[in-house]
């Protein structure tokens, strides 16, 4: 229930002092990632109706405009298109439809709805990978996993691919071109995936 942001150190093993953000009013659900080409934070507040960036060189923040989307929303950058997705979560009971593209200029497209509900919560997943750039998303009751390509704003089911049942968190390896998914299975096990993508939606 904290307004702020908070920088760690990697290489100093230590975080900086909290630096004031906006939420809005939040308690929960805020969403934020890291883009590197406007070398600044983006995150929503205001439950989805603000975007805001906290810019690393001025150490300022600024709000970017107001893009509506449910709660337990996704973000997530793709390295390849130099974009950040946004956008879909929860709207009662309901899926979201909004969906935005947010590019290194600060332009903000919004693009179709997503063919399934999406959501941050462990059982969906919404991840990129970072060799093709095409996001890899599961719905949060949909056994299909899909692929998006935000350029052409299109989806297309990826066959014969299903991620380990059970609450996981995903994250992309740059580095190796592989996505880590950490797996708590129903009986409180836990297990680690690698899982390399193979793309499936035209490339240009």
């Not at 906290?54 to 929303?73: C, L, N, Q, T």
């Not at 590019?103 to 919560?121: A, S």
Request: some cysteine; aromatic content about 12%.
């Amino acid at each position: 229930n904290m307004d702020g942001l908070y920088l760690y150190h990697i290489d100093k093993t230590t975080w900086l002092s909290r630096i004031p953000t906006s939420s809005g009013g939040k308690d929960a659900y805020q969403i934020i990632e890291f883009f590197p080409e406007m070398d600044a934070f983006v995150y929503e507040c205001n439950w989805g109706r603000d975007l805001r960036l906290w810019d690393v060189a001025k150490r300022e923040e600024r709000r970017m405009g107001s893009y509506p989307f449910g709660i337990h929303g996704v973000m997530e950058y793709s390295p390849v298109h130099k974009v950040v997705l946004f956008g879909a979560g929860d709207a009662g009971n309901r899926a979201s439809p909004n969906l935005y593209l947010l590019n290194k200029d600060g332009q903000v497209t919004r693009l179709e709805p997503p063919p399934i509900h999406i959501n941050c919560t462990p059982t969906s997943k919404f991840m990129c990978d970072p060799a093709s750039g095409e996001y890899v998303v599961k719905g949060l009751r949909d056994k299909r996993l899909f692929a998006f390509h935000p350029i052409r704003d299109q989806w297309k089911e990826i066959p014969g691919v299903h991620l380990p049942e059970g609450e996981s968190l995903g994250v992309a390896i740059n580095t190796y071109g592989v996505m880590m998914l950490l797996v708590r299975t129903k009986d409180r096990r836990f297990r680690c995936y690698l899982y390399k993508h193979k793309p499936v939606l035209p490339t240009n």
